[in-house]
């Protein structure tokens, strides 16, 4: 068990660029989610995986916004026309469904600046 | 839809003494509630949380919660703290349908020698 994975740790992009960060959540885990944070704030919940289907999406998720988690193995974050709001640290954790109330597991975020 | 309050922002304690986290929360479903503690530079991790049961909940590093039903709170104590307990702590509730978490805004606690 290594633990949830992000890469990269951070990533700083020019307003309008596209970005891509990738988790990998711990072995066997089914249960996938993304999450961001933004300082001085708790996470916010942004999307859902139970294996490779997304189940749900927050509406903070704008269609700006993309993930993806084929195979329900690691997933990927897109945003496009990346905008100064985006700026944030976006987490992923993962869990392996033992009914509700599994433990979410978090791997250490990855830091986004738009300049 | 669930709503999450911590209602200290920061809590500044000494080394030794016991601190208390006041988490508040509100819901139109049964939920089950978190703790989780965040060090600099690090992932959330888990303290302890309350899915049914006893309303005193154990974790780890010597923190415990009790689960409130009637005043809606989920406050978190330490008898005695360390300064390797600096960190911020992360209150949480989450619906019993499925995992989505929804957490308060924080508690930074600073502790000094």
């Known amino acids: 068990d290594t633990g949830v994975s992000q890469d990269p740790r951070h990533k700083i992009t020019k307003r309008g660029q596209n970005v891509t960060f990738r988790c990998d959540p711990i072995?066997?885990?089914?249960?996938l989610y993304w999450y961001r944070q933004t300082l001085g704030q708790g996470p916010e919940f942004l999307t859902y995986?139970?294996?490779?289907?997304?189940?749900?999406k927050s509406r903070l998720l704008s269609d700006r916004f993309s993930a993806e988690r084929p195979k329900g193995s690691f997933s990927t974050l897109e945003i496009q026309r990346t905008e100064q709001g985006d700026s944030a640290m976006y987490l992923c954790?993962?869990?392996?469904?033992?009914?509700?109330?599994?433990?979410?597991?978090f791997g250490p975020g990855t830091r986004l600046t738009v300049l | 839809a669930q709503s999450v309050t911590q209602l200290d922002s920061q809590v500044p304690v000494f080394e030794e003494a016991p601190v208390e986290l006041r988490c508040n929360y509100s819901?139109?479903?049964?939920?089950?509630l978190f703790w989780y503690v965040q060090y600099p530079n690090q992932g959330l991790q888990l303290l302890l949380k309350?899915?049914?049961?006893?309303?005193l909940v154990k974790g780890i590093n010597g923190f415990e919660a009790e689960f409130n039903k009637s005043q809606t709170s989920f406050h978190l104590r330490k008898p005695s703290v360390h300064i390797s307990d600096t960190a911020e702590y992360f209150c949480?509730?989450?619906?019993?349908?499925?995992?989505?978490?929804?957490f308060g805004a924080g508690t930074q606690v600073v502790v000094t020698p």
């Open positions: 949480a509730v989450s619906p019993t349908s499925w995992g989505k978490l929804q």
């Open positions: 819901s139109s479903v049964s939920v089950y």
């Open positions: 309350y899915l049914s049961g006893s309303t």
């Open positions: 072995s066997e885990h089914n249960r």
């Open positions: 954790a993962s869990s392996l469904t033992e009914g509700a109330g599994d433990t979410q597991y």
């Open positions: 995986f139970q294996n490779e289907a997304q189940l749900e």
